[in-house]
């Protein structure tokens, strides 16, 4: 029987061990972490109500995250919530059709000059500034990156921002989606097991890990982009192969869940010039008790003290939705995706893919080895939970054609 080593038990590794245990290929997963899941992480806050630490909004097109919940037997329940339709605060008094056709001009403009600086075309192409500070405010925090580093490829798709299609989680958390594959690989998932080294070695691939050495046919690499250059590949990666990795930007962002003393209604509220947004969902199973916070790109996460603790971002939030009823009696559940130790950040900033490709190169596989992961994945889903699994599912497909099956 073929012997697969999958480094890394997110959603990618995961995905890319079910797919290859299924067809027959015995598997072993290595993970770091005490737990499974990687960047999708559901917890409990204060009080009692689900929240979730990493990945969380499940909105249109996500038809391999549905198959896969719907063969888990997981359900996918509406957040009550659509994920880019949010109150501005203060309201600029945006009209929704102009903005749509200027976020179809600036895709059209994208298209014709994707390595153009996104705040130069963005101030060619959008006459009101209130739509350009809008459109610009969205890329940032979509792509955790500063809207200053960011050209015409990562806008090329920005009209989605504007979509109106409601958001969906999984019920009992999305990290459901991880645990359920992994209780169907049992022992084949080992946790806490760091992995150092890879190595090619006469056909066969060869695994330095804490607890020892391990040895197989074919190896999945399903480690977030910055890990890759912690882990000793011999011989080393291709020399272009290194260059898309350290040419990948990788965004930074953290979470605030901020308990309730009393029901709040789904409602969604975002300040664009300070570039956060809040939210609060009945999908926090406490009848929406619990009130979440997204914060991203390092700009912004200085000026709300991230590193310093829920303070001033609590204070933030208060200020921008004063009606909520934040608990004065609960504490602040903060997730920092800012230089987490088996991360390295929140997820990659990839733009227009190299030379029209469906999926950035970086993905390719090398002698025995595949690579997984949201930045592998097809072009319209990098950063997102189906993009991870989508590229799982490709890198098991890799490893078959690599041993022949």
């Not at 630490?53 to 198959?67: K, L, M, P, S």
């Not at 509220?269 to 956060?276: D, I, Q």
């Not at 200020?319 to 608990?327: C, G, K, Q, R």
């Not at 190169?361 to 080895?369: F, L």
């Amino acid at each position: 029987m073929a012997r697969c080593i999958v480094i890394g038990a997110g959603l990618a590794g995961l995905a890319a061990a079910d797919a290859l245990a299924r067809d027959g290929v015995e598997v072993e997963v290595l993970e770091a972490r005490d737990r499974v899941g990687g960047r999708v992480w559901s917890a409990r806050a204060d009080g009692g109500g689900l929240v979730e630490r990493g990945g969380e909004f499940i909105t249109g097109g996500y038809d391999a995250t549905e198959a896969l919940a719907a063969r888990l037997g997981l359900a996918l329940d509406g957040m009550g919530i659509r994920y880019p339709d949010r109150a501005l605060r203060p309201d600029p008094g945006i009209d929704r059709a102009a903005a749509l056709a200027a976020a179809r001009a600036v895709e059209a403009a994208a298209a014709a000059s994707p390595d153009e600086a996104a705040p130069a075309l963005l101030e060619r192409v959008v006459v009101d500034p209130a739509i350009r500070e809008l459109l610009a405010s969205r890329a940032q925090s979509s792509t955790s990156y500063p809207v200053e580093g960011l050209t015409g490829g990562h806008l090329a798709d920005v009209s989605h921002l504007l979509a109106d299609a409601e958001t969906r989680r999984v019920r009992g958390g999305n990290q459901g989606l991880a645990e359920g594959l992994a209780a169907g690989l049992g022992d084949a998932v080992r946790l806490g097991t760091p992995v150092r080294g890879v190595r090619r070695v006469g056909g066969r691939i060869e695994v330095d890990a804490d607890d020892g050495r391990h040895a197989a046919d074919a190896c999945v690499v399903a480690v977030p982009l910055p890990m890759l250059e912690r882990i000793a590949f011999e011989p080393g990666l291709p020399a272009a192969t290194r260059a898309w990795i350290a040419a990948i930007p990788f965004g930074r962002a953290a979470k605030l869940a901020l308990p309730l003393s009393a029901a709040v209604p789904p409602d969604a509220v975002m300040s664009v010039p300070e570039r956060f947004w809040a939210y609060v969902t009945p999908c926090d199973e406490v009848g929406g008790r619990v009130a979440g916070s997204w914060a991203a790109a390092e700009p912004v996460l200085a000026r709300l003290g991230v590193r310093d603790g829920p303070d001033r971002w609590t204070r933030a939030v208060r200020e921008l939705w004063p009606e909520l009823p934040l608990d004065p009696d609960a504490r602040p559940r903060l997730t920092r995706w800012i230089d987490a130790e088996w991360t390295g950040g929140s997820y990659s900033v990839i733009g227009a893919m190299p030379d029209g490709r469906d999926r950035h190169p970086v993905g390719d596989p090398i002698d025995g080895i595949a690579f997984a992961g949201e930045h592998t994945a097809p072009a319209a889903w990098t950063a997102t939970i189906e993009g991870a699994i989508l590229s799982g599912e490709r890198a098991a497909a890799d490893v078959r054609a690599m041993l022949g099956a």
